[in-house]
């Protein structure tokens, strides 16, 4: 069974560029999540899709971050402008339907440096 | 969210078995437990959930009190491998059901 697939893998902009990372969940995965995780910290989650209807996007700065799911498959995440503190790594992952009971499964992440 | 509290730092000798504790005394009757590991550089990985009952996978075991108040994680052969962070979550069964992740616990193997 293939993975949830992230790209790219590394990126390095300078502050105020803008940037997008792209997301492939499992197949047939209804749920997809976007997660921020700073070093030496946790993932925190930035928004949650059931099909392409954002769930929960209480933690995404709107002002600067934007996500989409046109067609309820795959997905992208954007920064504009990114500033310093953006420099993390954005973990993807997706469930079946998004239930308590289902585990997710993360992709490898995108690690993204700004400069 | 129920929080969880773990132990920051855990040792643990190769080939011994890894008892990994988890404090969630705010937990609520139909909340689950679940249990993820992060090798550095990697997302996290999917290792067990439970509810009420004792779990076990090819992985690991899940131990949960009868109060639900407090569980361990048990990995039963440590190898080298199994260094990592690991992230105790408590997921309620409503709303969003959101995968709240905390600090975890950062396990070393050591040979």
């Known amino acids: 069974e293939a993975g949830v697939a992230q790209s790219p893998r590394y990126k390095i902009i300078e502050k105020r560029q803008s940037v997008a990372f792209w997301c492939n969940p499992i197949?047939?995965?209804?749920?997809l999540y976007w997660y921020q995780q700073i070093l030496g910290q946790g993932p925190k989650l930035l928004i949650q899709f059931q099909n392409n209807g954002v769930v929960d996007d209480s933690q995404l700065p709107k002002d600067r971050f934007s996500a989409e799911r046109l067609k309820g498959v795959d997905s992208t995440l954007k920064i504009q402008p990114a500033k310093l503190e953006d420099s993390a790594v954005y973990l993807c992952?997706?469930?079946?339907?998004?239930?308590?009971?289902?585990?997710?499964?993360f992709g490898s992440g995108t690690q993204l440096s700004v400069l | 969210d129920a929080k969880t509290t773990q132990p920051t730092s855990m040792d643990c000798a190769e080939g011994r078995a890894a008892n990994l504790p988890c404090n969630h005394s705010t937990i609520s009757g139909n909340e689950y437990v679940y249990w993820y590991r992060q090798i550095h550089s990697q997302g996290p990985q999917y290792i067990i959930h439970g509810l009420k009952n004792n779990e076990t996978n090819e992985m690991a075991s899940l131990i949960i009190t009868e109060d639900r108040k407090s569980s361990t994680l048990i990995l039963p052969h440590a190898t080298l491998r199994d260094t990592a962070v690991y992230y105790c979550?408590?997921?309620?069964?409503?709303?969003?059901?959101?995968?709240?992740f905390g600090q975890g616990t950062r396990l070393t193997i050591n040979p």
């Open positions: 979550i408590v997921r309620p069964p409503e709303g969003a059901q959101k995968l709240v």
């Open positions: 992952a997706s469930s079946l339907t998004g239930k308590a009971n289902e585990k997710l499964l």
């Open positions: 197949s047939g995965h209804a749920t």
